[in-house]
Structure formats: C-alpha cells, structure tokens
DNA sequence: GGAGTCTGTTAATGATGACTAACATCCGAG
DNA sequence: CTCGGATGTTAGTCATCATTAACAGACTCC
C-alpha cells in the first residue's frame, strides 16, 4: 500500500512515532489502560514490533518523561536566565510564556507528565525528579528575587500551584481558543504570583 | 483475633472502609494499578469478599467518583447561596475556602476524582459529568456576577484553571502546614480570578 | 433449634497482556 | 551475489487479575 519507496528516515522516525503515539494513548486511557498492541496498532505495526525499538513498556514510558523533563528543564534554564539579571520580572514572564506554549502546544505530554511517573522504574524515576525539581528551583530563583522575604517552602507550594493552573488546559481544552486562553493562563497567573 | 463481639456497625463501616481504603490506593497508584486483592488486603479482608459490598471494581470506582463529585456540588451550591445575594464576593469566599478545605482534607480523593474518570462505565460518567458541570457552573454564576463583562467560556476555563491551582495540594504535600497552605491557595486563586 | 441472610473463605475460570522465540524481508556494503 | 543488521510478523509462554462457584460461620427472627 503506502510502501512509498522514498521514504525519507524510514528508521529514525519510528521511536518518534511510537512515542507520540504513546503519548496520546496514555494520556487518553493512562498507562495500564493501553497495551502495546494498542500503541502498536497506532503507529500500523502490530504488537512486539516495539521491542525493536524499546526495550519495555515501562523504558518507553521512563524516555518519554525523561524527555519531558529534560525539555522543560532547558527551556527553564534558558529563558530565566535572559542576560539580564535585573528584570527577574522578565525572566518570570518568560517562564510563564514558555510554559504555557508547552503546556498549549503537547497537553498530552503534560498530563502523562503530571500522572504517570508513579509507572517509571526507580532508576528513571530518580532521574526525572531530579530534573523536575531543577525545573522548579528555576522559579524558585525568580520568585524569590521578586520576594526576597517570601520563605522558600511557600515559593515551592505556589509554583506547584501554578503549574497546576498552567496545566489545567488539558481540562478546559476547547473552551477557548489557543491565544485566548494563554492570555488568560498568564494574566492569571502573573496576578496569582504577585501576592506573595 | 480481634473478633471483638462488641463491633460496632460491623456491616455498614464496610462499605465506607473499603472506599477509604480503595481511594487512597487508586490515588497512588492508579485504577489499573491496584488490584481487587490489594482493596481487599488493605481492609483486612481478602479478594473476593469485596463482591459482597460492590458488583464490580468499577462499580467502586464510579460510587467513589460519584459520592465526590456528590459532595463537591452539595456543598457548592450551598455555599454559593450564601442568603446575601449582594455579596457575590463573599459568596466566592466561601467557594474559595470550602473547596480548598476539601481538597486539604481529601487528597486522596482529589487526585483520584481528577484522574479516573474515563475509568467509570459510561452510564456513571455522564452522571458524574452533570455533576461536574453544575458545580463549574456555581462557580461561573458567582464570578459573572463579578464580572459581567466577562464571557461564560473564559469564565469557565477560569474556573478550571483555579481548580488545577487548588488541586495542586497533592502534590506539594508536605511543604507547608496545612493552615499556611490554605491561606496561600486562597490569596492566589483570589487574585487570579480578579483579573478577569 | 433451625431457616435465612450477611459476610467471608478458598478454588476455579477466562481474559488480557507483557514479553520471547522462530522465522521472513529489505537493503546497504563488500 | 551475499552477509548482516535492522525491522517486522505470527505463535507461543507465563503472570496477573477480575469475576464466579461452592462452601462455611455467625446472627436474627421465629
């Protein structure tokens, strides 16, 4: 059928396929709810194809929040740390806008994000807290130039908390359209943010 | 063993016990991640003595879902109606501080109520939904009184947007004390939905 | 003191599902 | 060519698990 012969990385793309595909699955039905026939079957090759490319059911999940993680820690590193080290107000904002383009461009990513890494082996799972909390103490930076006498445990507590209302757009998905709704996502925020 | 004669309410505690037990297993490791011989075992009983109290794992699953989200629009629509109906700020208070005070109290079963709805049969779902929705709604009614200008799908994706703040609790457990952690919730999310 | 209901228990039963084995195909390099 | 690696396929295999069956103690009500 669609055995085009030109196709272009015929091999490269597969992880990448399987991944995304996973990920819609997963964040659809979670991680014990999709087999890997399912997410086989979503990319057109039936069932242990994947072990050619995995090595598990749960490694394939571990990369993909490795790679979440990993995304989200270098766009934190990058955009809090905009030269200018006088406008933490800038740097805040970027974050804000980095994050819900995230958040807005993969709401799958970010929902398997928020549930699934209970499902990761140990190992992985270390590393990715590890850099989730690298991620956090990126805003925790931020935060605490702009409120040099907020204790830290409380500027942890309201990223966590704003994390929560950046990723609530997997939740309201539709309701809104894409520009709106990060307006919205950043003007809230920012306004939650500046009582501390 | 303790085969004390004494028992009081040895039949009704069950039924509650099992779903206590149930909903802080389903927190942490998910549906699917818990078995009907893990309920069982963390009520002291084992298997399928469960059957005797509930038709089926997610019959369990949907009363669970249904009993919160039950309580939720209860204590929402109480709340909301506060006599005053001038105050419509006071009104979102107390939406404010009910709802943080559930989530506080039951993050077990706020985690569980966000997660696993696509788990419950369908017919409990769409009851669970309706209540979903007409407790958004109570929050919607309030804030469009205090935002008339405001449309209704920007306050809706609002109101999410304040429930992922709030339902962040279980995930920054332990951070802060609980009353700490009340206070901060609650001046965030006033402040996020005073930029409407 | 026995019939019936409630609540449990320990064995099936039957699916589902992750993972492995054994066997093709394609394709690039020598 | 042909060797080898990469990628698939289709049949197992082995666990796990929800659910049911068959049976038993306890308590109530007569």
């Known amino acids: 059928m669609k055995t085009g012969r030109t196709e272009k990385t015929p091999t490269r793309n597969r992880r990448a396929e399987i991944l995304e595909a ?27 194809a994947l072990y050619r490319h995995f090595s598990g059911k749960e490694a394939l999940l571990a990369e993909m929040l490795l790679d979440i993680s990993e ?4 766009q934190g590193a990058r955009l809090a740390t905009t030269a200018d080290p006088d406008t933490a107000e800038a740097a805040l904002d970027a ?3 980095g994050h819900i383009a995230f958040a807005l ?5 970010i929902r398997v994000h928020e549930r699934e890494l209970d499902n990761v082996p140990e190992q ?11 991620y956090v103490e990126e805003w925790v930076t ?9 204790p830290p445990a409380r ?24 520009e709106a709704m990060a307006g919205l996502l950043r003007d809230m925020a920012r306004a939650a943010l500046a009582r501390l």
């Open 22 to 48: 996973a990920a819609e699955l997963f964040a659809a039905r979670g991680f014990h709810g999709v087999s890997i026939e399912d997410i086989g079957a979503a990319v057109g090759v039936s069932g242990p």
């Open 95 to 97: 974050l804000l806008s």
């Open 124 to 134: 992985a799972r270390r590393a990715i807290r590890r850099l989730q909390r690298l």
């Open 105 to 109: 461009t993969h709401p799958a990513l």
């Open 142 to 150: 931020v935060l605490s130039e702009l409120h040099p006498a907020c």
């Open 71 to 74: 995304r989200l820690r270098e």
């Open 155 to 178: 500027l942890r507590a309201a990223t966590h908390a704003v994390f929560g209302l950046l990723n609530s757009t997997p939740r309201s998905a539709g309701e809104l359209a894409p």
